[in-house]
C-alpha cells in the first residue's frame, strides 16, 4: 500500500496549522509535486503568501529542513517499527509534540519552540 501527499493534502495541513499559528509571509519549499501545485499555488495566492522554491538538486538551499530530516530519522523513524497505520500516527505526534513542546533548540537559545509562538506556551493542538 503506498501513500502519497498531494498538493491538497498540503493545503489542508496548512489552513489547520494557520489558523492557530499564523499564516506565514514565505514558505520554502523543494520542487515536489506537492509543492508545484495548482492547489499550494492558489493557497498562497490568496494568502499573500509567496512560494519560495529551492534549485532542483540543491539540497543546501533548503537547510534547515534536511538539517531537520537528519534529526527526524535518527530521533523517531529508525527508533520505531511500526506495525499499523494508526501505531505509526500514535508515534509520530508523540515526537512531533515531544520535538516542539519539551526539546530544547540550540538555534533558538535552547528554548524551546513551543515558547516562541503566539500561543504563550499553550501546547499544540492533536491533529
Known amino acids: 500500500m503506498v501513500y502519497s501527499y498531494r498538493g491538497e493534502d498540503v493545503v489542508a495541513t496548512l489552513d489547520r496549522v494557520c489558523r492557530t499559528a499564523g499564516y506565514p509571509k514565505t514558505i520554502r519549499v523543494d520542487q515536489g509535486s506537492e509543492f508545484v501545485s495548482r492547489d499550494m499555488d492558489l493557497w498562497a495566492y490568496q494568502r499573500g503568501a509567496v512560494l519560495d522554491f529551492s534549485r532542483p538538486g540543491k539540497p543546501t538551499d533548503n537547510a534547515f529542513i ?33 520535538y516542539n513542546e519539551e526539546r530544547p533548540h540550540g538555534a533558538i537559545g535552547n528554548k524551546v519552540p513551543i515558547r516562541l509562538t503566539k500561543s504563550g506556551g499553550v501546547t499544540s493542538p492533536s491533529p
Do not use: I, K, P, S
Request: charged content about 25%; overall charge negative; proline content about 0%.
Open 66 to 98: 534536511e538539517a531537520f530530516n537528519g534529526r527526524f530519522c535518527a530521533e523517531c523513524l529508525n527508533q520505531h517499527w511500526f506495525l499499523t497505520l494508526a501505531d505509526a500516527a500514535e508515534n509520530l505526534e508523540a515526537w512531533r509534540r515531544y
